[in-house]
């Protein structure tokens, strides 16, 4: 089985701040993982994917995350914050053997203060 | 226009009453999914199909039934709403092959159950 954990529901930064959102996964087969972000009144959008290959992903709007297989981590990084940044953000895993089906994490609001 | 087109995008009811959300896709995807947002829950997989004639239950398909009545339609049924079931909706696709695993989203849902 698979799971997903966010840590931290709420994360507020100020603008220009460092952005660093946690994502653990559980998975008893090599997993592939996804950030997804939501703007409000919007549908998820993804932000980036690792599936194989190169553990450090970079995605839209300057973000990425680093697979880390010995921590079961896919924390998901920005260097500096835009107020634009502001919405919901939600981890999730898959695995070949999941048939395409995605386990979403609980999701985190991030707030941007200027 | 949307790939992923969801209708209504809000709608208030009463318990008792049936309701049907609709889905459409010009994506050309084989795969879509309904899902439920809930705050603090994240999405939880409803109901999901791999064709038209391949559906499958998710992890909270109780009180839901579906219908997939082309490649690019796919709706969800409350047969008896309940509050319970006041929530965001989402629907999603997916190809197959390589990129089977990148789900692409609706605008959702928004729900009511009075």
């Known amino acids: 089985a698979q799971s997903v954990t966010q840590l931290g529901s709420h994360v507020s930064v100020s603008e220009g701040a460092l952005v660093l959102l946690r994502c653990n996964y559980s998975?008893?087969?090599?997993?592939?993982l996804f950030w997804y972000v939501q703007y409000p009144n919007q549908g998820l959008q993804l932000l980036l994917k690792y599936t194989t290959g190169a553990t450090l992903v970079k995605g839209i709007n300057g973000f990425e995350a680093e697979f880390k297989k010995s921590e079961t981590s896919f924390h998901l990084t920005k260097p500096s914050a835009h107020m634009s940044d502001a919405a919901e953000y939600f981890c999730a895993v898959s695995a070949d053997n999941q048939g395409g089906k995605l386990i979403f994490g609980q999701g985190t609001e991030l707030s941007v203060k200027p | 226009d949307a790939d992923v087109t969801q209708t209504p995008r809000n709608r208030i009811t009463k318990t008792g009453k049936r309701i049907m959300l609709e889905c459409s896709q010009t994506k050309g995807h084989d795969r879509m999914y309904w899902y439920r947002q809930d705050p603090g829950l994240g999405l939880r997989l409803i109901y999901y199909?791999?064709?038209?004639?391949?559906?499958n239950k998710g992890e909270i398909s109780d009180g839901y039934s579906v219908s997939r009545q082309a490649q690019a339609k796919f709706s969800l049924s409350l047969e008896s709403a309940i509050p319970n079931q006041t929530a965001l909706y989402f629907c999603?696709?997916?190809?197959?092959?390589?990129?089977?695993?990148?789900?692409?989203f609706g605008a959702g849902t928004r729900l009511s159950v009075l």
């Open positions: 199909s791999f064709d038209v004639k391949d559906i």
């Open positions: 999603a696709t997916s190809d197959t092959g390589p990129a089977k695993n990148i789900q692409y």
């Open positions: 998975s008893s087969v090599p997993p592939y």
